[in-house]
């Protein structure tokens, strides 16, 4: 299982902090597109070309593989001032 979380903007969009998936295995860009799939109200905000995503804390890429027992997060860009 993966724990996906979903921060900021994001999840007010998406209305859920928290998914969690049973038995997926593929990359980062396969996520975002197999959770639109699954629930077409989330395809627009998954598919925002700024999204920010991390897997197990660390940034990852479009290309970072996911993994039984991985914690996946995606947020938007953070800005400060």
């Given at each position: 299982?993966?724990?996906?979380?979903?921060?900021?903007?994001l999840?007010?969009?998406?209305?859920?902090?928290?998914?969690?998936?049973?038995?997926?295995?593929?990359?980062?860009?396969?996520l975002?597109?197999?959770?639109?799939?699954?629930?077409?109200?989330?395809?627009?905000?998954?598919?925002?070309?700024?999204?920010?995503?991390?897997?197990?804390?660390?940034?990852?890429?479009?290309?970072?593989?996911?993994?039984?027992?991985?914690?996946?997060?995606?947020?938007?860009?953070?800005?400060?001032?």
């Amino acid at each position: 299982m993966i724990k996906i979380l979903f921060f900021a903007s994001l999840r007010e969009q998406l209305g859920t902090a928290e998914y969690k998936l049973e038995n997926y295995s593929g990359s980062v860009s396969e996520l975002r597109t197999y959770l639109g799939e699954q629930f077409p109200d989330w395809q627009a905000p998954l598919q925002a070309a700024d999204l920010q995503a991390a897997v197990n804390r660390e940034m990852a890429l479009a290309s970072t593989r996911i993994a039984d027992g991985d914690e996946v997060a995606f947020f938007p860009p953070v800005t400060g001032g």
